[in-house]
């Protein structure tokens, strides 16, 4: 990572709460951030009105369901994923990003305590035998960003390697994996990399590892026995993407052979809401309409086009399901003939609600 | 009472007219002694309010006119005035930075003024930050949202327009006629524009501003895809339709997978004969699809 040289940069504050304190996660954390001021407190509420920013790092024992299905959008199709809460809120500051909306008055919060969302996936694995159990932590933050300083994301690695039917994905715009390499056994543990093409990732993927970064660590994960995901989302087009994504689609051919657990598509969408937040970004300045979600996306005409495009790329390279993330029927039958209803990688699964936290504020990214 | 001469009142710091927009006294009440008196500071004989109780006075020819001394802190200067002025709501932007800046000059942090002061400029929501907003519009934005002629908000869209282009179409009849939420419409989509073909904003704004309707001429031009599209479509539909009976529906921006094709039909002979008409419709679905995918 280029852009901080300590975790201790990234955050003024820390706030423990005091049932977390004596967890490993934060003796990790202290000695992963000396010199920093720890402040115990018995709840989120007693954090001063001053420091309910994104400098302030909040840890403590996870709130309510941390396991859930993933919301998805209304009115689009859902690709029956399944979040787990572990880091809430972000700092890598992407211009597109949904929780700009609702997150930027917030601390970064650590669920230091593994447990409960383990055991949740554990009794959702249990009473889905034979269905796949595909769960991630990067929904409402990065998987890596801060997983090198808490380590967090080993506890579940280790937890789900003997369980068949979980496949467990930890989503980054970061390089972070190496201190991930030589945990074992990895079981069907995913490292998914989210991918732009390079003009664009350098303009609106705020202080994200650059591409060519995470093409290289996607190899050392592939490398140490992980299978890969990547997630072209947000696709954001402009007048360089058609040669810039031939190069991005040859670069992960040239990793060689590796598993490829997923692939999916998104291009840029936002509601009315983040709008206004990412006036100044260029990519706001072309055709975007309102669909059914509320969200403004590319004319549908332009999304299939691009989509196209990009899988019938991803096809020379790899024959790993590729999939749409929020995106209406109409555009899957044309891409796909059919929504992935019946793919055992889709499968809705039983007794699972929704995600508590975005429920509330009604739709993600 | 105490009265001063209106012409010694007159002479003083005119730079300290606050309420530049103030609504004129009520000359009768103000002839007959029955308005308010004129605040004066009692150290130095600043008028602190009345300014315009003496443009007024002056007009009538009165010679003098009752005055009340005050002498507080500087920030009770300013909130007496305020509630002397009884505007709340009702300031003008340039009336809002002139009290702004003045209360500045006078050492009042902006933290108070905001917390003592705002409350009597404005029932709900910031002063000061919507003031600095203001503040830094170029001159011929400022004028134009004090007219009323378009928002503050809309001002700072077109920011980065030409202040010619902008000009030119404040002083175009066409964008004076239009109403205030058009005028909004127009300036949002020029400002879009600007941002998307800057080298021919200029000659987009003035066909706009010479076209029927000015900010459907920029949106053509702003969404100029999906104006493609509605135009096949139209083409299409028009022939589909005509003498037809039928009636034929694109998805809402063209976002789905379906048209919708209505058949109302009134006896069996009409039912058949549009049925009839309906086939013929397959003729068009290459060029219908190609607008969906």
């Keep these: ?365 | 009472m105490i009265v001063l001469p209106v012409d010694i009142l007159a002479s003083g710091r005119r730079d300290r007219d606050l309420f530049p927009d103030a609504p004129m006294p009520d000359s009768e009440l103000l002839a007959g002694g029955y308005h308010p008196p004129v605040l004066v500071r009692a150290s130095d004989e600043l008028v602190l309010w009345g300014w315009s109780v003496i443009r007024v006075a002056e007009k009538l020819g009165l010679e003098e006119l009752p005055v009340a001394y005050f002498e507080g802190s500087r920030e009770d200067e300013y909130a007496i005035a305020l509630r002397l002025e009884a505007r709340t709501d009702r300031f003008s932007f340039r009336e809002r930075e002139l009290l702004l800046n003045a209360a500045v000059a006078d050492q009042i942090a902006e933290e108070t003024f905001e917390r003592v002061l705002g409350p009597h400029i404005v029932s709900d929501g910031p002063v000061v930050s919507v003031t600095r907003r203001f503040a830094a519009l170029e001159p011929t934005l400022k004028r134009v949202v004090c007219d009323r002629l378009i928002d503050l908000k809309s001002a700072e869209r077109v920011a980065a327009v030409p202040p010619g282009v902008v000009e030119r179409a404040l002083a175009a009849t066409a964008f004076r006629a239009l109403s205030f939420s058009r005028r909004r419409q127009f300036f949002g989509l020029m400002a879009e524009i600007a941002i998307r073909e800057p080298e021919r904003l200029a000659q987009i704004v003035d066909a706009a501003l010479e076209s029927e309707s000015p900010e459907k001429y920029l949106t053509e031009r702003r969404y100029p895809r999906l104006t493609e599209y509605t135009n096949r479509f139209d083409r299409s539909r028009t022939q589909i339709e005509r003498g037809s009976g039928l009636r034929i529906r694109a998805p809402e921006y063209f976002e789905g997978a379906s048209y919708r094709l209505e058949i109302p039909f009134s006896s069996r002979e009409e039912l058949v004969e549009r049925l009839d008409r309906a086939r013929k419709i397959e003729g068009y679905c290459d060029e219908l699809f190609s607008l969906l995918q």
């Design chain 1, 1 to 365: 990572m280029s852009y901080f040289r300590s975790y201790s940069e990234l955050f003024n504050e820390v706030y423990v709460e005091r049932a977390a304190s004596r967890l490993p996660a934060v003796e990790r954390c202290r000695d992963g951030m000396p010199g920093s001021r720890f402040t115990l407190v018995e709840e989120r509420r007693d954090i001063p009105a001053e420091h309910l920013r994104s400098s302030t790092l909040f840890l403590c024992r996870p709130r309510g369901e941390v396991f859930g299905r993933c919301p998805g959008t209304s009115g689009h199709v859902c690709c029956n994923y399944n979040t787990l809460d572990l880091y809430l809120g972000c700092t890598l500051g992407c211009s597109y990003c949904i929780m700009r909306t609702y997150l930027n008055f917030a601390p970064v919060t650590v669920y230091v305590d593994a447990q409960p969302g383990i055991d949740a996936v554990v009794r959702a694995a249990e009473s889905n035998p034979g269905r796949q159990v595909r769960v991630g932590t990067g929904e409402v933050g990065d998987s890596l960003l801060l997983d090198p300083l808490f380590r967090l994301s080993e506890e579940f690695v280790r937890a789900f390697a003997g369980i068949d039917n979980v496949t467990f994905e930890m989503k980054t715009k970061t390089d972070l994996v190496d201190h991930l390499l030589d945990v074992d056994p990895k079981g069907n543990a995913v490292i998914g990399f989210s991918l732009s093409v390079p003009s664009v990732a350098q303009q609106e993927d705020g202080f994200s590892s650059s591409i060519d970064d995470r093409i290289s660590a996607a190899g050392r994960a592939a490398r140490a026995g992980y299978a890969l995901a990547f997630h072209f989302d947000p696709i954001i087009q402009s007048e360089t993407w058609s040669i810039e994504i031939d190069a991005l689609v040859a670069k992960l051919r040239a990793l060689g052979a590796y598993r490829v657990a997923w692939i999916s598509m998104g291009t840029v969408r936002f509601p009315a809401s983040l709008q206004e937040s990412i006036s100044d970004r260029p990519y706001m300045y072309d055709e975007f309409v309102p669909c059914r979600d509320g969200k403004f996306r590319y004319l549908q005409k332009e999304r299939i086009a691009l989509y196209r495009r990009l899988r019938d790329l991803l096809r020379t390279v790899t024959d790993a399901p590729v999939y749409l993330c929020m995106e209406s029927a109409a555009v899957w039958t044309t891409l796909f003939d059919a929504p992935p209803v019946a793919g055992p990688l889709f499968t809705r699964l039983s007794g699972i609600g929704n995600h508590p936290r975005l429920q509330k504020t009604g739709s993600s990214s």
